[in-house]
């Protein structure tokens, strides 16, 4: 069984900062790729940032140049790092991690039961 457990999450002002984590574990073989989605009241969920096992890294154009996404290979542990944060990204963030369990086996689809990021005054 693998576990995906976020923390970081609370309220912040506007143009303030906050830094996401999220840590996999319990029987992993292997992880791939590791992200992070959100998704706030009356929209769909999102994706934010997501980065492979060799550190490539991808944004969405609403958080580039404000959000860093990074990773711990060895503690299969995934972080974002938020600045300069706007009231459009309150919503619920969700870690995504891509894993395997057994060599022969596929990778899937593992998330975290989300943490709240709330940006007001």
């Known amino acids: 069984q693998v576990q995906v457990v976020e923390s970081g999450g609370g309220l912040v002002q506007p143009g303030g900062s906050l830094r996401l984590s999220c840590a996999a574990s319990g029987s992993i073989f292997s992880v791939s790729t590791m992200g992070w989605f959100r998704q706030a009241p009356g929209k769909e969920r999102e994706l934010v940032a997501i980065i492979s096992n060799d550190g490539k890294t991808t944004y969405a154009d609403f958080v580039k140049g404000r959000f860093t996404i990074s990773r711990d290979n060895a503690k299969n542990t995934v972080f974002l790092q938020m600045n300069i944060l706007k009231p459009d990204d309150t919503a619920v963030y969700y870690c995504?991690?891509?894993?395997?369990?057994?060599?022969?086996?596929?990778?899937?689809?593992?998330w975290g039961k989300g943490t709240l990021v709330t940006v007001s005054s």
């Open positions: 995504h991690v891509q894993a395997k369990e057994r060599p022969i086996l596929g990778f899937m689809a593992y």
